[in-house]
């Protein structure tokens, strides 16, 4: 069906950034959504980012006016999140997330980031 394969995670000091990348391979067409979640320990899993279908791009509340930024390269079926001025409240497993039209949601093994303050 569809197969995500994330990279970019890892441990970074507060203010500093990483870049996440999920790559989507299988049965990709017709992709409604495409983005990134997070889930903190002891916290639900959260919405950060994503695409629609459309292009449109929405972003969390948590996110919003900081410099989290999605981004895509269509040629390449990947999806991008640059993260800038982290801080320790970002600290999750991140996990990429690609809902398509005839296979409905799929997950990525997630990736860790950590925010060291």
């Known amino acids: 069906q569809v197969q995500l394969m994330e990279s970019g995670g890892g441990l970074v000091q507060a203010g500093g950034s990483l870049r996440l990348s999920c790559a989507a391979s299988?049965?990709?067409?017709?992709?409604?959504?495409m983005g990134w979640y997070r889930q903190a320990p002891g916290k639900q899993r959260e919405l950060v980012a994503n695409?629609?279908?459309?292009?449109?791009?929405?972003y969390a509340d948590s996110v919003k006016g900081r410099f989290f930024t999605i981004s895509r390269d269509n040629a390449k079926n990947t999806v991008y999140l640059q993260m800038d001025s982290l801080k320790p409240e970002d600290t999750a497993v991140y996990y990429c997330?690609?809902?398509?039209?005839?296979?409905?949601?799929?997950w990525g093994q997630g990736t860790q980031v950590t925010v060291s303050s």
């Open positions: 299988g049965s990709i067409f017709s992709i409604n959504r």
């Open positions: 997330n690609v809902i398509t039209q005839l296979y409905g949601s799929h």
């Open positions: 695409f629609t279908r459309g292009g449109t791009t929405n």
